[in-house]
């Protein structure tokens, strides 16, 4: 049985940082591309970054380039999303996916597998 599950999350003041980890088992974690989307109050699950499976691409949503990094350690099964700079805006559940053999996308139709989120509030 495949499981995701997302740790890292937390209140933090607007300008601080959080480093997100989702643990993956079950799958062979090398051969998935992995996601971050989150989900705000009252809003659509949005994308956030992509990685593919071999790690050379990467992909983010416009508002969060150069202040978001995904990253992966194929040795510990996890990937991790370093927040830097937050933003009030930037509050909301965060979940991780997996896409077997995933270049990066940023369509949650496209990935096969989810964790159940870690809340994210950042306060001005």
């Known amino acids: 049985q495949v499981q995701l599950v997302e740790t890292g999350g937390g209140l933090v003041q607007a300008g601080g940082s959080l480093r997100l980890s989702c643990a993956a088992s079950?799958?062979?974690?090398?051969?998935?591309?992995m996601g971050w989307f989150r989900q705000a109050p009252r809003k659509e699950r949005e994308f956030v970054a992509a990685?593919?499976?071999?790690?050379?691409?990467?992909r983010y949503l416009d508002s969060v380039k150069g202040r978001f990094a995904i990253s992966r350690d194929n040795a510990k099964n996890t990937v991790y999303l370093q927040m830097n700079s937050l933003k009030p805006e930037d509050t909301a559940v965060y979940y991780c996916?997996?896409?077997?053999?995933?270049?990066?996308?940023?369509?949650?139709?496209?990935?096969?597998?989810w964790g159940q989120g870690t809340q994210v509030n950042v306060s001005s």
């Open positions: 996916a997996a896409r077997q053999w995933g270049r990066t996308s940023d369509y949650a139709g496209d990935y096969d597998h």
């Open positions: 079950g799958l062979t974690f090398r051969n998935y591309g």
């Open positions: 990685l593919s499976w071999s790690g050379g691409g990467t």
